[in-house]
C-alpha cells in the first residue's frame, strides 16, 4: 500500500483529486442507495474540488484549525 500512495503522491494536487472523485464514483456504484450520495452530495463535492484544482480556494492545515478551535469557540486549551 506505501508504494500506493508513493506513487499517488508523484501526481499534482489536480489529478489527485481527479483520482479520489473515481475512486467515490466507484463505491457509488457498489453501494446500496442508502449508501450513495444524492446528486446535490456530489455536485457541492465536484464543484468544491474545482475550486481546489484551480487554485480558487486554498486549503487550511488541521494544525491550523486546530489551534485557531479554543479561541474561537471559547474552549480551554
Known sequence: MSELIAEISKLSVAHRIELVQA?????????????TLTQAQITAIETRAAELAS???KTVSWEDIQSKLPERYGLEN
Request: zero cysteines.
Open 55 to 57: 487554485g480558487l480556494v
Open 23 to 35: 475512486i467515490l464514483r466507484t463505491i457509488a456504484l457498489e453501494t446500496s442507495e442508502d449508501e
